[in-house]
């Protein structure tokens, strides 16, 4: 899946960092997958300062992302989670949009 710097950033916030082994196996492998490389700092010119991260909006074209059945399962019960406690954010939304179909 086509994943913007944002989205994989509110991606990997979303995750759980609790659950079954074989749960945290594929976030642990989803979060490896979501997470920027070495390249991508200077592709995107990354900042980090103050504990914020900046890039250029209009270099990001999005990189394709692997993501498999199951882990598209768990990213849509931890999006729903978050909608139905009713702490899912604004900048979320094209998030829960792209993987939260139907609803």
Known sequence: MNLKLL???LLLKALPKEGTFATLKIVQKLKADLA???SEYEEYDIKEENGNITW???KDLGKEIPIGERATDIIV???RKRDKDG???EQ???VYEKFVKGD
């Open 77 to 79: 019960m931890c999006l």
């Open 56 to 58: 250029n909006p209009e």
């Open 87 to 89: 702490i899912l954010t």
């Open 7 to 9: 989205d994989r950033f």
């Open 36 to 38: 920027l490389d070495e």
């Open 92 to 94: 979320e939304l094209p």
